[in-house]
Nanobody, 124 residues
Framework: VQLQASGGGLVQAGGSLRLSCLAS????????VSWFRQAPGKEREFVSA????????RYADSVKGRFIISRDIAKNTLFLQMNSLKPEDTATYYC??????????????????WGQGTLVTVSS
């Protein structure tokens, strides 16, 4: 499965963006599909995850209540609606897939398949 992330851009603090992760070449059934982000000079950080078969979701504490992860099964696409954006949300956002147990999904080392990343810049 190939992943392509899009939807990043420049937005003022308090604004919103919606990221998309389009999967092609196969189905996402059986995968956990997650968003990570990486700011310059920082470690890759877990943002949110979606268990494709079942719909279970999880959020990092830093985005809980502001970001919403969702999917369109027919379009094989994962979304990340980002609201109330803060300058500290500035990063390149990546989508990725794994089949690891749910308790380990926040660890990026368990993900072998990554999209190319989309840059989100939040100005103050």
């Amino acid at each position: 499965v190939q992943l392509q992330a899009s939807g990043g851009g420049l937005v003022q603090a308090g604004g919103s963006l919606r990221l998309s992760c389009l999967a092609s070449g196969g189905t996402l059934g059986g995968y956990i599909v997650s968003w990570f982000r990486q700011a310059p000079g920082k470690e890759r950080e877990f943002v949110s995850a979606f268990r494709w078969s079942g719909g279970t979701t999880r959020y990092a504490d830093s985005v809980k209540g502001r970001f919403i992860i969702s999917r369109d099964i027919a379009k094989n696409t994962l979304f990340l609606q980002m609201n109330s954006l803060k300058p500290e949300d500035t990063a390149t956002y990546y989508c990725a897939t794994t089949r690891i147990v749910w308790s380990e999904i926040a660890n990026h080392k368990w993900y072998a398949n990554w999209g190319q990343g989309t840059l989100v810049t939040v100005s103050s």
